[in-house]
């Protein structure tokens, strides 16, 4: 029992704070591809 608990500590926290960590990153990511896309709007506009 007490190698399950080691087991759960040297690998489930890591991962849960990886998959935490990348479901945030990839919010960002989202919104930055939002901006890019809103940008590359505005820059073409101001060619025109």
Do not use: C, H
């Amino acid at each position: 029992m007490e190698n399950l608990w080691l087991q759960v500590g040297n690998y489930g926290f890591p991962m849960v704070v990886a998959i935490y960590l990348l479901v945030r990153v990839e919010k960002k990511l989202d919104e930055l591809t939002l901006a890019i896309a809103r940008l590359g709007e505005v820059v073409s506009r101001a060619i025109s």
